[in-house]
C-alpha cells in the first residue's frame, strides 16, 4: 500500500507555463485537499474535494484549479505559473471531511520554483 | 490569521530532557490535533484530542488541552534526536464544513 504519491517530487517552471501537480490515493479516502507550504506562513489549504465530483475552494485558491474525476486522483493545475506559486505543495487525503475524528494522511510534496 | 499558533517557536534540548510545545487558538473547536514533519516529508499524524477531552497519551506523548484558555500542549518525554522535527497543532473548528487549520509549526531540535 503506497498512501498518497504525489508526482513530480520537484519541478522549476518558468513563469506563464501551465503545469499540474499529480496526487493518488490508494486508501480508497472520500476527502482529498491541496496545501502549500511556504516558510513562515505554514500550511495553508487551496482546494479540496470531499468526494468524486466536488471540490471546493480553500484558504488560497487564486491561480489553482483542481478536479476530480474518481476517487483515488486530484490533481492540481496552474493555468498560468507566477513566482509567488514558488512553493511545496502537499497533497492531504481523509476518510471524510475532517469532519469527527478524521486524521488526514499527507503526500510527500512537490517542491515548484517558478521562475 | 492563523487559528492554531505555536509556541515557541524553535526549541533546542538535549536527549533525553522533555520537551513541551504549546498551541492557542481563537474560536470554538470540535478537535485539535497535532502533526510532525521531518525535513523534506509530508505531515504526519500524532495525537488527536477532542474539546471534551482533557489529556491523552500516546507512547511518549502526552497532549492537554484546556478550552477555556483556548490552548493546547505536546510534551514529548524522555526525547531522543530522532524526534528532531517540525510539530504543527491543527484545529478543527465548530461548524459545517469546518476543515483543518494548521499552524505555523515548531522547529524542534534534540542534540545527541
Known amino acids: 500500500i503506497a498512501g498518497i504519491t504525489q508526482a513530480p517530487t520537484s519541478q522549476i517552471l518558468a513563469a506563464g507555463r501551465r503545469m499540474t501537480l499529480r496526487c493518488t490515493q490508494d486508501?480508497?479516502?472520500?476527502?482529498m485537499y491541496w496545501y502549500r507550504q511556504d516558510l513562515g506562513l505554514g500550511l495553508r489549504l487551496i482546494h479540496y474535494s470531499n468526494t468524486a465530483g466536488t471540490t471546493g475552494k480553500g484558504e488560497v485558491p487564486d491561480g489553482y484549479s483542481v478536479s476530480r474525476a474518481n476517487t483515488d486522483d486530484f490533481p492540481l493545475t496552474l493555468a498560468s505559473a507566477v513566482p509567488s506559486q514558488t512553493s511545496v505543495y502537499f497533497c492531504?487525503?481523509?476518510?471524510?471531511?475532517?469532519?469527527?475524528?478524521?486524521?488526514?494522511?499527507f503526500g510527500p510534496g512537490t517542491r515548484l520554483t517558478v521562475l | 490569521s492563523q487559528q492554531g499558533e505555536e509556541d515557541p517557536q524553535a526549541l533546542s534540548i538535549q536527549e533525553g530532557e522533555n520537551a513541551t510545545m504549546n498551541c492557542s487558538y481563537k474560536?470554538?473547536?470540535?478537535?485539535l490535533q497535532w502533526y510532525r514533519q521531518n525535513s523534506g516529508r509530508g505531515l504526519v499524524h500524532l495525537i488527536l484530542?477532542?474539546?471534551?477531552?482533557r489529556e491523552k497519551h500516546s507512547g511518549r506523548l502526552r497532549v492537554t488541552l484546556d478550552t477555556s484558555k483556548k490552548s493546547s500542549s505536546l510534551l514529548i518525554t524522555a526525547s531522543r534526536a530522532a524526534d528532531t522535527a517540525s510539530y504543527f497543532c491543527?484545529?478543527?473548528?465548530?461548524?459545517?464544513?469546518?476543515?483543518?487549520?494548521f499552524g505555523k509549526g515548531i522547529t524542534l531540535s534534540v542534540r545527541p
Open positions: 491543527a484545529t478543527l473548528k465548530t461548524g459545517a464544513n469546518s476543515k483543518l487549520t
Open positions: 484530542i477532542r474539546s471534551n477531552e
Open positions: 474560536t470554538s473547536i470540535n478537535n
Open positions: 486508501m480508497r479516502h472520500n476527502a
Open positions: 492531504a487525503s481523509s476518510l471524510t471531511l475532517a469532519g469527527g475524528t478524521d486524521t488526514q494522511y
